[in-house]
Every structure is written in structure tokens, then in C-alpha cells.
């Protein structure tokens, strides 16, 4: 391995990493010692020459993405050791071997100590994205990692970093990676979708076409929140992508269920799902239709509604936009759901924190002058951990309402 480029901060700009934090920004920076390209290995070090921590670079506004605040080597044994501690942890939470759910997220990121690095399992195939150039190049070590940790358990490994990574919308600059180069692919094995177990709800998966990596783990606790509330109800399932929400709350006992999505391909995923758990016999009817409008049209017809709208806001000058979207959004819902109705609404926008959303679902409340209940506060799942050095981890906000 040759030398390994050194990252040297301004005075008094140590501080954040001495606490842990996995990003050093660009302004913090007061030189860098040797040639550097995007994705390289670099150590940080203080301006009185302390060793900090080691990343991966990325010329942008975070220009080191910390995985070790240790001097190491960063072979193959190292890479093997995290994924290995990201598995220990998900063992710990009794997912690994559970007989109702064999889809779980391996790996989140910085939570994990792997920043920019995201990894689904998938009963036995994985499925990456990297969201950043240093883990991409990383991704051979990744799989000779699984291979060992997992053995025959593992079938396939598909990495879908394009979306994560590819010049349209991405925050990676151009030049990093030739379009060429950039694919979608199996890096072992082979299949493109899959019928997985959550909670003994059968789902079927296409990680190759399907959003993110094929399916939105993340809700995974909060679906079964959901059917706690669904018996005898009419639900309305706003944003229903694969339908994970309307299966939960129909196999509870939900008198009827609507399942609304602006994309065709989402309800087809929907109806698929739906056919999985509950043949011709459900109580259940799809829209292809944007929620805001069906929202207005559709007033006083629902006892409890689910509004997991995709994120508002990618970045921050979208914020305040993002904002006024989910406080028109829930305005909408809470004026249509009929008395002692429940509502859970949710947030992905990690740039909009659960203040800043708490405070658009106060203004929606406002808005209609209802009277309302926070039931309960609702974030991301265990196997989405959120590293006590990095709050930003914490992407997922949500509350459950009672409206009078």
C-alpha cells in the first residue's frame, strides 16, 4: 500500500473528531500533505501533529469520512472485522436467525462505523449501495467479508450503487467515476427478486428495479404499531409503495384499506403483495393518484391514516420548502380523517430534524383547529442505529396522533 496521505486541521478544529464525530469538513481543514484523489485513505491530523483518525477523502463539503479513530491498516482483516461487529450487533437483536423476518439492514452507515456504506439482507442475498467513492472502491473486501461471515447462508451479493452514486442528482462529483465503469451488477451470485418474512408477512422484493434497495426496511416496527390500531378501521395508505403498510394493517383485521401512490409501478407492487398475503380475498383497493389531491377529495372516509411521504428535502436550501410541504401535507389529513381518527405521519428528510417536523405538524394542527393527542413519538428500527457521536444519523421521525 503506498503512503497514505495526511489531512492536517486548523488550530482548534480537533475537537470534533476527539468527540467522535465521523465527518471532517472542509472549512476545519488547513492543508493537505501529498497528492489526494477522491476516495482515497487519508489520516487527520491536529495542527500540533496528534493523530486523529482515519477516511476515506471526498473533495466536497465533508471531506473526510472517518471509519477508524485508531492508527490502522485498513486490508482486508479490517473490513472483515466491521461487517463482522455490524453482524455481532444485529445477532444481539435475536434478527439474524428469526423464523418471521429474514430481511433486515446489515450495515447503516455511520451508525455503524461505516460511513457511507449502506448494506440489506435480503434471506440471503445482500444488497449494497455505497455513498461514497472510498466505499466503492472498498466493495470486493465487502463481499470477500459477507462470503466469510454469512458462508452457504449467503446466495448473492448485488451492489446498487448507481443511484447512490451516478452524476444525476448525486452530490459525488463527475469526474470521480466514468459513467462506464458505474454499473449495477452482482459482485456473487446471481437472481433479481426474492419472497422474504417480515414479521410473518410475506413480501415480494426486485432490489434491481425497486426504490433504494428494494424495500423500506426501516418501517419495519412501525407497520406493526400500525396493526395494533387497524382492527375494524378504514385506512388510508398515503405514499404506499410496496403496500407494507396496507398488509400489516389488513392481515390485523382492517375493515377496508385504501393504498394510494403516484407511481403505477408502486401499485403493481402493492397488488403483487397484497395477491401474496391475502389472494382475491382482500379488503382492498389501490390508486394510482397524487396524495395531496386524493387527501383533498376524500374527506371524512377514514378512521386512520398513514402519510410516509418520500423526502421532502435533500439538502438544506430545500428545507424550509420541505417544511411548508409536510404541514400542507398533514393539514390535509387532519381536516379529512373523521373524529377519535389516528393518524401516523413520518418524515425521511434527514435535513429536516424532529423539532423542525414536530413544529409543521403543530402548524398543520393550528391550521384545522382540532383538537389532538401525541400518542407516541416514532423513529428508525434497532438494525438503523444511531451513533451517539452523530445525531444526523436519526433520519427517521414519526408521531402517532389522535384527532377528536
Known amino acids: 500500500m503506498s503512503e497514505i496521505t495526511k489531512i492536517v486541521l486548523n488550530a482548534g478544529k480537533d475537537q470534533s473528531p476527539k468527540r467522535f464525530h465521523p465527518w471532517i469538513f472542509s472549512g476545519a481543514v488547513k492543508r493537505v500533505e501529498g497528492d489526494v484523489k477522491n476516495g482515497d485513505v487519508v489520516e487527520v491530523y491536529s495542527s500540533s501533529n496528534e493523530y486523529l483518525c482515519t477516511g476515506h477523502y471526498q473533495k466536497g463539503s465533508i471531506m473526510v469520512r472517518v471509519f477508524?479513530?485508531?492508527?490502522?491498516?485498513?486490508?482486508?482483516?479490517?473490513?472483515?472485522?466491521?461487517?463482522?461487529?455490524?453482524?455481532d450487533y444485529r445477532k444481539s437483536l435475536g434478527i439474524t436467525n428469526s423464523e418471521n423476518t429474514n430481511v433486515y439492514r446489515l450495515v447503516y452507515g455511520e451508525g455503524d462505523g461505516l460511513p457511507g456504506l449502506i448494506i440489506d439482507y435480503y434471506d440471503g442475498t445482500a444488497v449494497l449501495q455505497a455513498h461514497s467513492i472510498g466505499m466503492y472502491r472498498e466493495r470486493h473486501f465487502i463481499v470477500d467479508a459477507l462470503k466469510e461471515i454469512y458462508g452457504e447462508k449467503l446466495t448473492a451479493v448485488y451492489d446498487k450503487s448507481k443511484e447512490s452514486l451516478g452524476s444525476s442528482g448525486s452530490k459525488v462529483p463527475v469526474e470521480v467515476i466514468e459513467e462506464s465503469e458505474l454499473k449495477n451488477g452482482y459482485l456473487f451470485g446471481s437472481g433479481s427478486q426474492k419472497q422474504v418474512l417480515e414479521n410473518g408477512h410475506k413480501f415480494q422484493i426486485d432490489w434491481e428495479e425497486g426504490q433504494k434497495t428494494g424495500f423500506f426496511i426501516d418501517q419495519r416496527e412501525n407497520r406493526k404499531l400500525v396493526a395494533q390500531f387497524a382492527p375494524g378501521k378504514t385506512v388510508l395508505d398515503c405514499f404506499c409503495y410496496a403496500g407494507g403498510f396496507s398488509t400489516y394493517a389488513l392481515k390485523a383485521g382492517a375493515m377496508n384499506v385504501h393504498s394510494v401512490d403516484s407511481s403505477k409501478a408502486a401499485i403493481k407492487l402493492t397488488y403483487d403483495n397484497i395477491q401474496l398475503n391475502f389472494g382475491e380475498t382482500a379488503s382492498q383497493t389501490s390508486f394510482v393518484a397524487d396524495a395531496f389531491d386524493f387527501l383533498g377529495s376524500h374527506q371524512a372516509e377514514y378512521?386512520?391514516?398513514i402519510i410516509d411521504p418520500p423526502a421532502f428535502a435533500k439538502h438544506r436550501d430545500a428545507r424550509h420548502q420541505a417544511v411548508m410541504g409536510y404541514r400542507r401535507l398533514n393539514a390535509l389529513a387532519i381536516k379529512g380523517i373523521k373524529p377519535g381518527g389516528i393518524i401516523f405521519t413520518f418524515s425521511c428528510s434527514q435535513v429536516?430534524?424532529?423539532?423542525?417536523?414536530?413544529?409543521?405538524?403543530?402548524?398543520?394542527?393550528?391550521?384545522?383547529?382540532?383538537?389532538?393527542?401525541?400518542?407516541?413519538?416514532?423513529?428508525?428500527?434497532?438494525?438503523?442505529?444511531i451513533s451517539i457521536y452523530h445525531p444526523e444519523g436519526e433520519y427517521l421521525k414519526g408521531m402517532i396522533l389522535y384527532i377528536e
Do not use: C
Open 68 to 87: 477508524s479513530f485508531e492508527k490502522i491498516t485498513p486490508d482486508a482483516n479490517f473490513w472483515k472485522s466491521k461487517i463482522q461487529k455490524a453482524y
Open 303 to 305: 378512521d386512520m391514516m
Open 352 to 385: 429536516v430534524d424532529k423539532y423542525l417536523f414536530n413544529g409543521a405538524i403543530t402548524a398543520a394542527a393550528i391550521e384545522t383547529g382540532r383538537n389532538i393527542r401525541i400518542l407516541e413519538y416514532l423513529s428508525q428500527p434497532a438494525d438503523h442505529p
